[in-house]
C-alpha cells in the first residue's frame, strides 16, 4: 500500500546501479579485491580472517596475493597508536601512559639497577680486622665523655 500511494513525500529508495572497481582478480570465483581496502582495512586492525570473509575469499588467498598491502596497513596503524600515546602522554599529561612509555621505549625500570654505587661493601674476614664490640662501645663512650 505504500508504494502506490502516490501522495507520500521524501526521498525516493535508491536503486542499485553497476559500476566498476578495479582491484585483482583473485581466488577461483574471480572476485575483484580493491588493493587499498585490503590496506585500510588491516589500517583498522581487522585480521586477515575479518578481511577475507569482508571480500568472500579465502584467508590464504588473501595472506597470498596481498601481503604487502597488509603488513603496510598493520604498519600506518602501529603508528596512528604510536602518535595517539604521545600525545596522550604529551599534551594530556596522562601519567600511566607515560610511565608505560618511559619504560618502552626509553629502557626505564621500576626496579633498581645493579651498578656499582648500588653494590654492597666488600667484605674482608681476616683476623687483623677482628674488633671486640665492647672495646669499640668503650671507645665511644670515651670519646664523648671527652
Known amino acids: 500500500m505504500y508504494m502506490e500511494d502516490k501522495a ?3 526521498p525516493k529508495p ?3 546501479v553497476q559500476g566498476t572497481i578495479e582491484g585483482l582478480c583473485v581466488g577461483r570465483d574471480k572476485k575483484v579485491v580493491p588493493p587499498d581496502q585490503v590496506q585500510e582495512l588491516a589500517a583498522l586492525g581487522c585480521s586477515n580472517t575479518d578481511i577475507a570473509n569482508f571480500f568472500g575469499v579465502t584467508e590464504q588467498t588473501i ?3 596481498f601481503s604487502e598491502y597488509i603488513t603496510k596497513g598493520k604498519e600506518e596503524l602501529k603508528i ?4 595517539s600515546m604521545l600525545k596522550n602522554a604529551t599534551v594530556h599529561m ?3 601512559v607515560q ?3 618511559a619504560k618502552n621505549i626509553l629502557g626505564m625500570t621500576s626496579e633498581p639497577m ?4 648500588n653494590a654492597p ?3 674482608n674476614e681476616s683476623d687483623e680486622t677482628d674488633v671486640d664490640i665492647e672495646e669499640y662501645v668503650e671507645e665511644e663512650t670515651n670519646d664523648e665523655t671527652n
Open 8 to 10: 507520500k513525500t521524501g
Open 14 to 16: 535508491k536503486e542499485l
Open 63 to 65: 595472506r597470498y596475493n
Open 80 to 83: 596512528t597508536l604510536r602518535r
Open 94 to 96: 596522562n601519567a600511566a
Open 99 to 101: 610511565i608505560f612509555l
Open 114 to 117: 645493579a651498578t656499582e654505587a
Open 121 to 123: 661493601l666488600p667484605w
